[in-house]
Nanobody, 117 residues
Framework: QVQLVESGGGLVQAGGSLRLSCSVS????????MGWFRQAPGKEREFVAA????????WYSDSVKGRFTISRDNAKNTLYLQMNHLKPEDTAVYYCKAKGPYGMEYWGKGTLVTVSS
């Protein structure tokens, strides 16, 4: 069973930065595409960013493009999300997701990001 553990969430003022990490317990991590999603109170979970298995290709939602950067370190089995110029509307629980080469998907339990105005 693949396990994902997010960390790095917390309370930050608007305009500030945070870096989220997602540690993955899978020796074939480099074969998984990875993504970040978020869920704000009372809202559905939404896509934030994704990265291909090699790290060569990334995708972003329009709401975070230009402010957030997704990256990965395959040697450390870790996914990152650098979040800059944070806004109150970025407040949410952030989840990482792993998708294996045969379509299996795994989720972490999330880390809370709160942006104060």
């Amino acid at each position: 069973q693949v396990q994902l553990v997010e960390s790095g969430g917390g309370l930050v003022q608007a305009g500030g930065s945070l870096r989220l990490s997602c540690s993955v317990s899978e020796r074939t991590f480099s074969s998984y595409s990875m993504g970040w999603f978020r869920q704000a109170p009372g809202k559905e979970r939404e896509f934030v960013a994704a990265i291909s298995w090699s790290g060569a290709t990334t995708w972003y939602s329009d709401s975070v493009k230009g402010r957030f950067t997704i990256s990965r370190d395959n040697a450390k089995n870790t996914l990152y999300l650098q979040m800059n110029h944070l806004k109150p509307e970025d407040t949410a629980v952030y989840y990482c997701k792993a998708k294996g080469p045969y379509g299996m998907e795994y989720w972490g339990k999330g880390t809370l990001v709160t942006v104060s105005s």
